[in-house]
């Protein structure tokens, strides 16, 4: 850490961080030496931390003006890079702004203007033409998973956003795909290429599950509990079958989630929370969930649906075997259908699904009317339960502070009775409500 700047130091010892891998080594001092550059790594091997770090290494904390723009593809990935930022307790405000939120709360949020703004494509072109901030004073942008981005239909904001930055501000581009090309639009030269793909050792393993038309629910039944208790996302390829699919699992009283582009941004963000909180165990996807999500590693995810198209199903399997732990794909296979060519050269094995005991998940999650803006901590929430609730420290699981509200898991079988006798108390001057979610 002798290379590191103090700020540096101080925020990897804030997060825990004793040392940066290869690909954030390396990503810092290209970012920080050059005008352009692209970083393409796997998903979930740190790409955030990677450029957030030369981002704080370049603000000015005597300019009060947009100094950094972090462009994102969903307004998930856009919430997490924000929750990042604010974890490394760098002192420059960061804000964030997406669609499926009122214009209101991106006002009242920006009259003090952020030193970095997160964002995605259509919210950031929105409020640079309404609110007519200054992006002169723009130092370095970030075109966070900036594929995606055009992908999905951003190219007008995109190139309205590049119309208004300066020519000398850096510019980042990330991926976790080698099928890159960055429009003409954005400007660039001399870009510099990091390419970590290429020495990718995931250790993801692939395994097919062979069904046939009439058997496929049922052999996921069976699946599920082989996987037990595990924690896994089921991926499908249409909302359609998401929705068939969540109503097979409720019949079959399985605890899920959700989680699709066509869900209100409120239902969305929930479903995650549950998801982390271990409330559920199993998320029933689209590709939305595939990258630009806050969730750890999961021990597998399930191609229910295959996906058309390799990079999604390379973005899928990203979402397990993370940072070198394990983890497993598991593919659904009709061996009458023709299979896609991507299969072909991974390694797989067949799984020989054996039906076992299916565990029974007792977490339950809890909304709190109070948070950041309140001066609520984690520790705040975690001692009112312990000493109001009278209940063991063991029964308090993953707490998650907003803005005005907070969520926490609680395990315990008195759920109801425990809501009654805490309603309405105070977590330090905040008289707070408490509701399941």
């Known amino acids: 850490m002798s290379t590191f700047s103090n700020k540096t130091t101080s925020i990897l010892n804030k997060l825990g961080i004793l040392k940066l ?3 954030q080594e390396e990503s810092r001092s290209t970012i920080l030496s050059n005008k352009n550059t692209l970083v393409l790594s796997p998903t979930g091997s740190g790409k955030t931390l990677a450029f957030l770090l030369p981002i704080i290494d370049v603000l000015d904390k005597d300019n009060h003006e947009i100094q950094a723009l972090v462009i994102s593809p969903t307004r998930e990935l856009a919430i997490q890079i924000e929750q990042v930022t604010r974890s490394m307790g760098t002192g420059f405000k960061a804000n964030a702004v997406y669609g499926g939120r009122s214009g209101s709360k991106d006002r009242e949020e920006l009259k003090k203007l952020p030193a970095i703004l997160i964002g995605t494509p259509g919210r950031i072109a929105d409020r640079i033409r309404r609110d007519n901030f200054s992006t002169d004073f723009l130092k370095i942008i970030i075109f966070d998973e900036f594929d995606k981005s055009l992908e999905i239909g951003f190219e007008n904001e995109m190139r309205e956003i ?21 429009p003409e639009f954005i400007k660039i030269e001399n870009l510099i290429k990091l390419d970590y793909l290429k020495d990718n050792s995931s250790k993801l393993k692939l395994k097919l599950i062979a069904y046939n038309i009439n058997s496929k629910n049922q052999k996921l039944l069976e699946f599920l ?21 969540s109503d097979f699992l409720e019949d079959n009283d399985i605890k899920h989630a959700c989680f699709h582009g066509d869900m209100e941004q409120y239902d969305r963000e929930r479903a995650l929370i549950k998801f982390r909180n271990n409330t559920y165990n199993i998320l029933v996807a689209s590709d939305l969930a595939a990258r630009g999500i806050d969730i750890d590693s999961l021990n597998f995810i399930c191609h229910f649906e295959i996906p058309d198209r390799e990079e999604e199903f390379i973005h899928r399997n990203g979402r397990t075997a993370r940072m070198n732990a394990d983890g497993t794909a598991f593919v659904f296979c009709n061996p009458s259908k023709k299979t896609p060519d991507f299969l072909y050269n991974l390694p797989h094995e067949k799984l020989h699904v054996k039906p076992q005991n299916k565990s029974v998940d007792l977490w339950e999650t809890l909304f709190i009317s109070g948070g950041r803006k309140d001066k609520i901590s984690k520790g705040d929430i975690a001692g009112f339960f312990i000493k109001k609730g009278k209940i063991d420290m063991k029964s308090v699981g993953k707490i998650e502070i907003k803005h005005d509200c907070s969520f926490v ?21 905040k008289k707070i409500r408490i509701k399941k979610c």
């Open 21 to 23: 891998n290869q690909m």
């Open 409 to 429: 898991a609680i395990s315990n079988k008195n759920i109801d009775q425990l809501i009654f006798d805490l309603n309405n108390q105070r977590i330090k001057k």
């Open 225 to 245: 509990q082989h996987v037990d208790s595990q924690k896994g996302i089921i991926f499908c390829n249409y909302k359609q079958s998401i929705y068939d699919l």
């Open 162 to 182: 590049a119309e208004q930055i300066p020519l000398d501000a850096k510019k980042i581009f990330t991926s976790a795909t080698n099928k890159v090309l960055i």
